[in-house]
C-alpha cells in the first residue's frame, strides 16, 4: 500500500524551465493521461501539426497515496507504461517524453503561460475526472480532441450507434509525420524513481504483466495464435489466465486503441467463433465507455432512483470484511477474492459471481464492493467496472436479474478444484465431493483429512437459501416503480441501454406499475427467469 506521508517531491517543471516557444511558430503540449501511445492517438495527431510538440505526463497526488484508489500493481503497470512510451517517442522523434509532478491545471497552465497549445485526447470520466478536465478547459484552455469512436453532444447517442462504432473500428489510424514536427523535452528532473519512492510504491501482487505497448503487441500476437481455443477458455477460472486475451490492463492504459487491437485480429485469424466473440467484446468495451459518455454519474448514483439506498440500511462491516477478504464459507467466492487481491486480476465470470454474491446474498450496498474492485484491479476503467458493477446488481431495473449460484460455479468450473486450491489452502486437503458445500462434509471425513468447517474453514456467513428468498421478496416490492422509472427519458438517458430510450421505455410498458396486474409474486419469477446461475 502506498505511503501515506506527503512526498518530498516538489510540483516540476517550475514556469522558469519551460521553453518559449519561437516567435510565429506553433507549439503544442499533447497531454497524456490513459492513451500511452503514440501511434493511433487522436491528439498527438492534432499536436503535430504543430512546427513543435511537447509530450508530457503529469503525475498528480490525487492518484497516489492512500485516498487514491488504485493499488500499487496498477500503479506499478502505469509506472511501465510510462518507459515504454518515453522509449516510443525517443524511437520515432529523437526527443522522450516529459515527467511532471503537481496538480496537472497548474502544471498545464504553466505552459500556457509562456505560450504553448495543450491538446489531450477526450475520454470518458467521472468524480474526480469531470471536475479536472473542466478545470482543463477552463482555466488553461486544455483542448479535448475526440477520436475514440464515442458519440458526443447528442440528445440520442444510441441511434445509428453500433453503424457509427463499426465506422470507426475499421476507419484509418489517427497518423502524424514525426519528420514534420520538432519534438521538444523539458529535463524536469522528475524520474519514475523519484515517484515509487515519494509515495512508497511497492507492487505486492503476483503474475502481474509488464506495463506498455511493446508488451502489449506481444501479447496480442501470442493471442491471435490461440484465438480458436478462445471460448472455451473464458468460464473457468484457471483457463482463462492465459487463454483470455490479457489485454485490459493494456487497454486500460491505452497502449494500443481498441481499434488497433480489432484490426490486427480481423487481419490475422481465421474467421472462427473465437474471432467473433472476441470481437463482440471490443463492442462491449465501447459500449461500457458510451454509457460513461452518457451518463458520468454511474460511479456514483445508481442508475435507476428506485434503487438508491436498496442494501444501504443493510450494512455489515463483518460481512464486508468477510468477502474482502475471501473468508466467507463459499469457496469459490473466497478463492476468487483472494485471486483479485493477490494478482489483481479476475476472468468476468467470477467477477460477476462475487458481485452477485455481495449484492444478492450478503445484501451489502454495491459502492463500496465497486470501489474494492477497483483499487485491486490492474485493469480497472471506471466506465466498465462502475457500469458493470451496477448491471450486474440489477441497478438499472431491467426485468432480467444476472444472479450466480456460489455452489454450482464450483462444480461446473472448477470441480476438481485446482482454483479453490491455489488460493484457498485451507482446503487443500478437503475431498473434491465437498468443494461445494464443505459445511455439509461428514464430521469422521473432516478428522480423516484434518479440515475442520468452523474452525480451520469458515461456515458459510450467509444460508443460500434463506439469503435469496429475503432478496427476491425485497426486490419484488420495488421491482414495478423501478421499471417505471426506468421509462422516464431523463433515466433511460443515464441507463444507455443498447437499444436506446425505446427498449427502456418498452420495459417500463411491460413491467411497470400499469402493466396490467403483474403480481410480486410474477414478478419474482419473471425477475430471475434470465438468471447466470
Ligand atoms: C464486475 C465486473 C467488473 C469489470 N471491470 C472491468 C474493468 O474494470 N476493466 C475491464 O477491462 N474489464 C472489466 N470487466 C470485464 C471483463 O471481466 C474483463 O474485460 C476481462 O476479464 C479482461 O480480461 P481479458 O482482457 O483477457 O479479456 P478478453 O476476454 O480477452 O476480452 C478482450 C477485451 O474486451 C473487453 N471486454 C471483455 N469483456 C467485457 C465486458 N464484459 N464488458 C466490457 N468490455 C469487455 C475488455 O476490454 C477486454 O480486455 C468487468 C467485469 C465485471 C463483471
Redo the contacts with the bound molecule.
Keep these: 500500500m502506498a505511503s501515506p506521508t506527503p512526498p518530498a517531491l516538489p510540483e516540476q517543471p517550475q514556469p522558469a524551465a519551460i521553453p518559449t516557444p519561437p516567435d510565429g511558430e506553433s507549439s503544442t503540449v499533447v497531454w497524456h493521461r490513459d492513451h500511452l501511445r503514440v501511434a493511433d492517438h487522436p491528439a498527438v495527431a492534432a499536436a503535430a501539426d504543430a512546427d513543435h510538440m511537447l509530450p508530457i505526463f503529469v503525475f498528480d497526488p490525487s492518484f497516489y497515496g492512500t485516498d487514491g484508489l488504485a493499488c500499487d500493481a496498477r500503479i506499478g503497470f502505469l509506472h511501465d507504461c510510462l518507459s515504454d512510451l518515453d522509449e516510443q517517442y525517443r524511437a520515432v522523434a529523437g526527443a522522450g517524453l516529459t515527467l511532471a509532478h503537481g496538480d496537472p491545471i497548474e502544471v498545464l497552465g504553466w505552459f500556457r503561460d509562456a505560450g504553448w497549445d495543450v491538446v489531450a485526447a477526450d475520454a470518458p470520466t467521472g468524480r474526480y475526472g469531470v471536475e479536472r478536465d473542466r478545470r482543463a478547459r477552463s482555466e488553461c484552455g486544455v483542448s479535448f480532441v475526440d477520436g475514440d469512436g464515442l458519440v458526443r453532444g447528442v440528445d440520442r447517442p444510441r441511434d445509428g450507434w453500433q453503424e457509427h462504432i463499426e465506422a470507426w473500428l475499421t476507419a484509418d489510424h489517427d497518423t502524424w509525420d514525426p519528420e514534420a514536427v520538432s519534438v521538444r523535452e523539458v529535463e524536469t528532473g522528475i524520474t519514475i524513481e523519484d515517484i515509487d519512492a515519494a509515495y512508497g510504491v511497492d507492487p505486492t501482487k503476483s503474475k502481474v504483466p509488464t506495463g506498455g505497448t511493446t508488451a502489449a503487441r506481444r501479447h496480442l500476437a501470442e ?1 491471435v495464435d490461440r484465438i480458436r481455443a ?1 471460448p472455451e477458455n ?1 468460464s473457468s477460472p484457471v483457463d ?1 489466465r492465459d ?10 492504459f491505452g497502449c494500443l486503441s ?1 481499434r488497433q ?1 480489432y484490426q490486427h485480429v480481423v487481419a490475422n485469424t481465421p474467421e472462427c467463433r473465437g474471432t467473433k ?2 470481437v463482440s ?2 463492442f ?5 465507455e458510451q454509457k460513461l459518455q452518457d451518463w458520468p454519474g454511474w460511479l456514483d448514483t445508481a442508475v435507476n432512483p428506485v434503487l438508491e439506498g436498496f442494501n444501504a440500511d443493510r450494512r455489515d462491516p463483518d460481512l464486508i470484511a468477510a468477502w474482502k477478504a475471501g473468508e466467507t464459507g463459499y469457496p469459490m467466492v473466497d478463492a476468487s477474492m483472494r485471486c483479485l487481491a493477490g494478482t489483481g ?5 467470477m ?2 459471481l ?2 452477485s454474491f455481495y449484492y444478492h446474498l450478503l445484501q451489502q450496498p454495491w459502492k463500496e464492493g ?1 470501489d474494492w ?2 483499487h485491486h ?1 490492474v ?11 451496477q ?2 446488481c440489477g441497478l438499472v431495473g431491467r426485468p432480467t436479474l444476472r444472479r450466480y449460484n456460489p455452489r454450482k460455479q464450483v462444480r461446473d468450473q472448477d470441480p476438481h478444484g485446482e482454483f479453490i486450491r491455489e488460493w484457498v489452502p485451507e482446503l487443500e486437503a478437503l475431498p473434491d465431493d465437498h468443494l461445494d458445500r464443505p459445511e455439509h462434509t461428514p464430521v469422521h471425513v473432516q478428522s480423516e483429512c484434518g479440515v475442520r468447517i468452523g474452525e480451520t474453514y469458515p461456515r458459510p456467513v450467509v444460508d443460500y437459501d434463506a439469503a435469496r428468498k429475503e432478496f427476491d421478496e425485497r426486490l419484488a416490492a420495488v421491482r414495478a416503480d423501478a421499471a417505471d422509472a426506468l421509462g422516464r427519458p431523463e433515466i433511460a438517458g443515464r441507463a444507455s441501454l443498447s437499444g436506446g430510450r425505446d427498449a427502456a421505455a418498452a420495459i417500463a410498458r411491460k413491467h411497470g406499475s400499469d402493466s396490467g396486474g403483474d403480481t410480486a409474486e410474477q414478478s419474482r419469477l419473471d425477475a430471475f427467469g434470465g438468471g447466470a446461475e
Excluded: E
Design positions: 493471442f478462445y473464458i482463462a487463454g483470455t486475451s490479457g489485454l485490459s490492463p493494456y487497454l486500460k481498441v487491437v466473440m472476441f467484446r471490443l462491449w468495451n465501447k459500449h461500457y486480476w479476475l476472468n468476468f465470470r467477477r460477476a462475487c458481485v465497486a474492485y477497483h484491479l485493469d480497472s476503467v471506471a466506465s466498465i467496472n462502475y457500469t458493470q458493477w448491471s450486474q
